[in-house]
DNA sequence: GAGTAGGGATTGTTCAACAATCCATCAATC
DNA sequence: GATTGATGGATTGTTGAACAATCCCTACTC
């Protein structure tokens, strides 16, 4: 026997918005946050709307409506008259980002006591797997691993508008991982400090961890602004 | 003599995007978001492209681009194939916002004390405003006296992106406090709790100014969900 | 009363057009 | 030689019309 007799009732439910129940816009939109954050779409990049459209095989309007989506979550810029643009981050950028991240982040850990138990599993979870894609030389799967950690970490809050806001600032800063050299040198030290971060936090040294999570994010901010050069 | 030669152009160059540089979109989403926040256009509102599009005398197309805009302000609500409708807060959407106002506004007094005077400054100023409208009698200018009075604490971060994440928490919550009753009778009680926070703050008593903050923030919640019912 | 077949209204999307703006190029001026 | 001015092609900004898809109300049937 299954759990609840409804229990597939429920998993449609919550598929349903995935299937038809998107418009054009939002699907280009989807494509568009892929291609940028694999790095494929590099900043600087200049998307011509014609070219785009043609492409995508969507109509100039409806591209532009998709700009506008991804504009607001600043992974393009729009430049009146003159097109949209893969955002580039500026060393101010980096910094502010990792500033927003000190904060929700902290108050993660803060609340690792009262949250639920599967979303302390899920903490585990990203590191076992991003230590499992470093076993296997995937570096790129290394570091959404770490990124799925650090949203995990965010998500002890258990606000969902802080989950938000921490899946925008990450996926900006993809923008400037893309400019690092290597992935390997930049993810693989952490690996270890992840490791060392969750087993804090499963013994309830919250203060240690927090202060191990501000040292962390201080070095990964400081290696990227160096990296930057601005 | 001024002070440096070039000066002035930096000047051009700060003020360079105020002009005319933006879309009929953009503007039209002010508009729209100006409406919304004052109280103008109702939570539950329906927004018909084709007469909203006449009312403001542009397109169609123009108008949907202005819709994309807000509705990542969660100001809207997108419902394929039916249409765009003025959002309506549920009482855990309020619970939630206030939730992420406990962390980035009380983040913020904790970086009172290395903040710069000029952001402390603010925090008088706003309190201030607030009680000589409260003395004239003008209990909505009180209202956004006190968003500018919360906007301040959550800058005291130093950070672009907490003010823009705590702006549009804010903006959101007035789709809430548009269902209150009485402005007067939400508003007047902080009035005096307001200016102890800031003389918390200027004392440098943080720790307490936290405390105090808190307890705002809970009653208010409590206020507001006590008042939807839901 | 429950179910169901129109059918009008609204949204989703495309297309074509034109004005406004940008940008590279070249010419003219001092 | 460097700055300014004019030219023209390319791209964006915005509009209007068109049509398919969908929703939702209504009238009808049983």
Known sequence: MTAAPEAWLDRIAAARDDLDRSSTAARVADLLRDQITAGLLVPGARLPEEELGKAAGVSRNTLRESFRLLVKERLLVHEFNRGVFVRTLTAGDVADIYRARRILECEGLRNAATAPPEALARLDAAV???????????????????????????????????????????????????????????????????????????????????????????????????????
Chains 1, 2 share one sequence.
């Open 128 to 230: 076992t797997a991003g230590e499992r894609a470093a076993a296997a030389g995937d570096w790129p799967e290394v570091g959404t691993a770490d990124i799925r950690f650090h949203k995990a970490i965010a998500a002890l809050c258990g606000s969902p508008r802080v989950d938000e806001m921490v899946r925008h600032l990450l996926a900006e800063l993809r923008l400037a991982f893309h400019q690092m050299v290597s992935p390997r040198d930049f993810h693989e030290p952490y690996l270890a400090r992840n490791r060392q971060l969750v087993d804090l936090v499963q013994r309830g040294d919250t203060t240690a961890a927090e202060r191990e999570l501000r040292a962390y994010l201080d070095t990964a901010e400081a290696q990227l602004i160096r990296a930057y050069g601005t």
